[in-house]
């Protein structure tokens, strides 16, 4: 294992998209074009599976030093009920495309830091957005929460509007890697609000722990696993630092290279949390997910209906996903879309009622072919072109890209389909990039992505 980490251990994506952003055609993307590709997908999905709704909450109160999101540090919280009601204004400017009301079946809240936001502004985001709209029968809200900051209060506001789901930033217990990455949180905090929301009634508890950080040791992994078993959280993201600091706006200069640990180093960390989650309960779920018997993610798992969008693995498929909210990236199938990432721009385009997005992409066919065989490997760790749909002319060199994988036994080719091996699955990242015919037709010049390992 070694070895392969050492040759496998190249900047990827994380696939949460195809094409990934850096490839996006902005040269042919139009905001007519995208308005045009949204509704046909409204009219196409929003009656038989309903549409998803990211909202992206870009306030944090201190930089967190691992975090490559989009934030707005300030301890101000009147900035709170302004970007409320730019949020709702420009759902509206969504809602005015469409011939009928939106479905929601899935929501999730992220950030930044959404319990920046006072429970009270939260309910008003909520039932603002079913101003005009409806809840699927089979829908499923969720938040992202952090520990320090939420309260009771949070919990049970969220909880009477529909929110079922909420996952917890943890990424380690020790307090030198809590330092380092400026998010010193004690393990009290965590169980608080964790048997706060079981006591309330949510379905679905996560975590989320990193592996990889600075300062980051084998013990520290074994303590946080174990700590974390305390608790059983029904649904952990068990994933790798992404190291990015060329990236602006991120704080991930607080340390350096060298207090990292190795890819080699990395690799046993999540080889041995893997071991201790499974020992635990835990099933692992696509890449770096895992999740007890019990929880939705898994039985998705099980169905054949797990999937992955802007918002990470979800429990089920939406054709439609808009995003709302300062640098959210909307997904109409047909095309991508994102918002402009200055918070003052964002405002000003929506007072003056103007969908914010400034950059996306139109799918070509050759895309949306590309993109399924990437979904397929991500969420079910294969993928066939047995179904002529699914054939294309540069499947051959795909295939002589994926021939080394074959050789170290980390994939199987066989008649119109590959499988990924367990073998393989640590390295499911660079068996997508074999797929990715942008990034083999054009080399970035410069990093652009974070380590596959």
């Known amino acids: 294992m070694c070895n392969l980490v050492q040759k496998y251990n190249i900047p990827g994506p994380r696939y949460t998209s195809y094409p990934t952003v850096p490839y996006w055609n902005i040269k042919t993307f139009s905001g007519k074009e995208w308005k045009s590709t949204l509704k046909r997908s409204f009219e196409e999905s929003n009656s ?28 101000r919280h009147d900035v709170e009920a302004p970007y409320i009601g730019n949020v709702l204004k420009e759902w509206r400017l969504y809602c ?9 079946k899935e929501l999730h809240l992220g950030g930044g830091t959404p319990t920046f936001f006072s429970p009270l502004n939260l309910k008003r985001l909520i039932n603002g957005i079913f101003s005009t709209a409806v809840k699927s029968d089979d829908y499923e809200f969720s938040f992202e929460g952090h520990p320090n900051n939420t309260t009771k209060e949070h919990l049970q506001a969220l909880y009477d509007v ?3 789901r909420v996952s917890y930033g943890i990424q380690d217990y020790n307090l030198t890697v ?27 508890i996560g975590h989320d722990i990193i592996f990889g950080l600075p300062h980051q040791t084998l013990a520290n992994i074994e303590q946080t696993i174990t700590m974390t078993g305390a608790l059983k959280p029904d649904r952990l993201a068990f994933y790798s630092y992404a190291h990015v600091p060329w990236l602006k706006g991120n704080g991930q200069r607080g340390y350096r290279d060298e207090d990292l640990p190795s890819g080699e180093e990395k690799r046993k960390q999540y080889e041995t949390g893997k071991k201790l989650l499974i020992k635990a309960g835990y099933h692992e779920i696509g890449m770096d997910h895992f999740a007890l018997s019990s929880d939705g993610l898994y039985t998705s798992m099980v169905s054949g209906k797990l999937h992955r969008n802007f918002m990470g693995y979800t429990a089920s498929k939406t054709q439609l996903m808009i995003g709302l909210g300062v640098s959210s990236i909307s997904d109409s199938w047909y095309s991508f879309a994102q918002n402009v990432k200055s918070l003052e721009e964002y405002s000003h385009l929506v007072e003056n009622d103007i969908i914010p997005i400034y950059r996306g992409h139109i799918l070509t066919n050759e895309d949306q072919i590309i993109r399924k065989h990437i979904l397929n490997l991500m969420c079910r760790f294969e993928t066939s072109w047995s179904n002529t749909d699914l054939h294309f002319p540069s499947l051959p060199s795909v295939l002589d890209r994926l021939h ?12 119109n389909q590959i499988k990924v091996t367990h073998k393989g699955r640590p390295f499911i990242r660079n068996i997508c990039m074999a797929f990715d015919l942008l990034l083999h037709r054009k080399t970035p010049e410069t990093r652009l992505f974070s380590m596959t390992v």
């Open 404 to 415: 080394e994988m074959e050789l170290d036994h980390l994939i199987e080719i066989r008649p």
């Open 162 to 164: 529909g929110f079922k």
């Open 96 to 104: 005015d495309l469409f011939s009928e009301k939106p479905i929601i």
């Open 48 to 75: 038989s599976e309903g549409i998803s709704l990211y909202i992206h909450l870009p306030f944090c109160e201190s930089m967190c030093t691992f975090c490559g999101c989009h934030k707005r540090i300030t301890k």
């Open 178 to 204: 809590q330092k380092a990455i400026h998010r010193i949180q004690p393990f009290e905090n965590v169980k608080n609000v964790t048997e706060w929301a079981r006591e309330i009634g949510y379905e679905s």
